[in-house]
T-cell receptor
Framework: GENVEQHPSTLSVQEGDSAVIKCTYS??????FPWYKQELGKRPQLIID?????GEKKDQRIAVTLNKTAKHFSLHITETQPEDSAVYFC????????????FGSGTRLQVQP | EAQVTQNPRYLITVTGKKLTVTCSQN?????MSWYRQDPGLGLRQIYY???????DKGDVPEGYKVSRKEKRNFPLILESPSPNQTSLYFC?????????????FGSGTQLSVL
């Protein structure tokens, strides 16, 4: 099956700085890469996603980049704000017989005001 | 309002006492899934269902059962809970056409097995 590694596990930045979270995956046939944000005590929610035929996608202060050759993708958050503090999960979708998402282990981002 | 509803939100039980966590979605989604969340391990899939009467094992199915008799409901059953099943559980659903990647999560069930 797919193997997803996510780094770093914790990240602390000053308000206004940028934050970058990276994930690597093992199966080159994976074709969909969403990112989920989980605030403390809340459910994970999709914040941005990218498909394998696209190299970069932006949505206001967040962006995701995909390097299919190297099999890694990254979440970029610019001009961080305290409300960006949360756990972020990357995920990889690979169509197998069971069509499942495999999640990374999560990154706890703390934005210091 | 489109949502995935899980109940209960918190549950404390004892080893061996059967329990059921309910999950219901009102978006007419074909795909439903259960995950458990443990510190440092991310979200691991327990069981999933592609449609009514179609269920299959995920990565960590041992000790769990599911059923999908109706499209909207996907209950998680622990026949004989053990302490290693203490975890935060999430139900999720998605429309089949999205490749099952755009998941909508329920609010979670924090289970403690003593």
């Amino acid at each position: 099956g797919e193997n997803v590694e996510q780094h770093p596990s914790t990240l602390s930045v000053q308000e206004g700085d940028s934050a970058v979270i990276k994930c690597t995956y093992s199966d080159s046939a994976s074709n969909y890469f969403p990112w989920y944000k989980q605030e403390l005590g809340k459910r994970p929610q999709l914040i941005i996603d990218i498909r394998s035929n696209v190299g970069e996608k932006k949505d206001q202060r967040i962006a995701v980049t995909l390097n299919k050759t190297a099999k890694h993708f990254s979440l970029h958050i610019t001009e961080t704000q305290p409300e960006d503090s949360a756990v972020y999960f990357c995920a990889v979708y690979l169509y197998t017989g069971r069509r499942a998402l495999t999640f990374g282990s999560g990154t706890r981002l703390q934005v210091q005001p | 309002e489109a949502q995935v509803t899980q109940n209960p939100r918190y549950l404390i039980t004892v080893t061996g006492k059967k329990l059921t966590v309910t999950c219901s979605q009102n978006m007419n989604h074909e795909y439903m899934s259960w995950y458990r969340q443990d510190p440092g391990l991310g979200l691991r899939q327990i069981y999933y269902s592609m449609n009514v009467e179609v269920t299959d094992k995920g990565d960590v199915p041992e000790g769990y059962k599911v059923s999908r008799k109706e499209k909207r409901n996907f209950p998680l059953i622990l026949e004989s809970p053990s302490p290693n099943q203490t975890s935060l559980y999430f139900c999720a659903s998605s429309a089949a056409g999205t490749g099952n990647g755009k998941l909508f999560f329920g609010s979670g069930t924090q289970l403690s097995v003593l």
